[in-house]
DNA sequence: ATGTGACTAAAAGTCCGTG
DNA sequence: ACACGGACTTTTAGTCACA
């Protein structure tokens, strides 16, 4: 899996599991909800900076959003209908 | 530690390791010589691509040039004069 | 509530050189 | 062999309107 989307899953995965929207995490985190939506899709290529803003808002290290095996599992989760 | 400088360190060591030059390890990883300056002094904020490449070139994973733990154990050995 | 394209300002990254 | 700077091109950050 790229490097990109692993980071988009692993956001997701973080973000959903705490049943907040794109729209109140990109308050939370002062980004706007269309560039989270496009970092969470992997089409966006975040500066490392960008990234421990996010990880911050998380509340986790940078690392857990570079973490392939999660970000494997929740994709292949709902991939799978969920 | 902030994490610019972190990923520095981590390149820092993990070249040094190798006893390869910023210039070589420079052409190897196809980026600019002054620009890996940069990026070990913890003055440049590279995107994730960018240190997917430098990862590659050094034969490791990502995670590694993240590490907190090695970059303070490598910086103070550097500090305290090795 | 999210995906997407188009856009401008800012920063990344290159290429030249210096000490 | 490395730190650092200036001028330059390319890419990212960050915003918005629309589907």
Do not use: C, H
């Given at each position: 899996?790229?490097?990109?989307?692993?980071i988009?899953?692993?956001?997701?995965?973080?973000?959903?599991?705490?049943?907040?929207?794109?729209?109140?995490?990109?308050?939370?985190?002062?980004?706007?909800?269309?560039?989270?939506?496009?970092?969470?899709?992997?089409?966006?290529?975040?500066?490392?900076?960008?990234?421990?803003?996010?990880?911050?808002?998380?509340?986790?290290?940078?690392?857990?959003?570079?973490?392939?095996?999660?970000?494997?599992?929740?994709?292949?989760q709902?991939?799978?209908?969920?």
């Amino acid at each position: 899996m790229e490097i990109r989307q692993r980071i988009g899953w692993n956001l997701r995965r973080l973000r959903a599991g705490r049943e907040i929207t794109q729209e109140d995490f990109a308050t939370d985190s002062g980004f706007d909800r269309g560039y989270i939506s496009g970092v969470e899709r992997g089409v966006r290529n975040p500066s490392i900076l960008v990234l421990e803003r996010i990880a911050t808002a998380l509340g986790v290290d940078v690392v857990e959003l570079l973490d392939a095996r999660k970000a494997n599992e929740f994709a292949e989760q709902r991939r799978g209908g969920m």
